[in-house]
């Protein structure tokens, strides 16, 4: 199983990026799908997960509203598209990987890391001042 994110770079506040989750080696439609992040010297953070059809998401409430999380299963690629970024959304982004295509009604299981089973290797998204 492997994970390739990718999409990170530098860019201004207020400016966009998208990022993609390439996934090969597993049946992607029957996993949900998930963005962590961490920023430097914190905790990783929940950001945005995707159900194995893409008809369910949920978000952090730090980045709800200006980002937007997508998947194509012919592709099978996840996406996260950020929109008004600000500095303070500069981290590490992961894109994680859950054996149940449907979300868990708990927003514990949801968020926490451990939900997923698969991970890629992250890429780093810098937003200047």
């Known amino acids: 199983v492997q994970l390739q994110a990718s999409g990170g770079g530098l860019v201004q506040a207020g400016g966009s990026l998208r990022l993609s989750c390439a996934v090969s080696g597993l049946a992607f439609s029957n996993y949900a799908m998930a963005w962590f992040r961490q920023a430097p010297g914190k905790e990783h953070e929940f950001v945005a997960t995707i159900s194995g059809s893409g008809a369910s998401t949920f978000y952090a409430g730090s980045v709800k509203g200006r980002f937007t999380i997508a998947r194509d299963n012919i592709k099978n690629t996840m996406y996260l598209q950020m929109n008004s970024l600000k500095p303070e959304d500069t981290a590490v982004y992961y894109c994680?990987?859950?054996?149940?295509?449907?979300?868990?009604?708990?927003?514990?299981?949801?968020?926490?890391?451990?939900?997923?089973?698969?991970w890629g290797q992250g890429t780093l998204v810098t937003v200047s001042s």
């Open positions: 994680g990987a859950k054996s149940n295509p449907i979300l868990s009604p708990s927003l514990r299981v949801r968020n926490s890391r451990n939900s997923y089973e698969y």
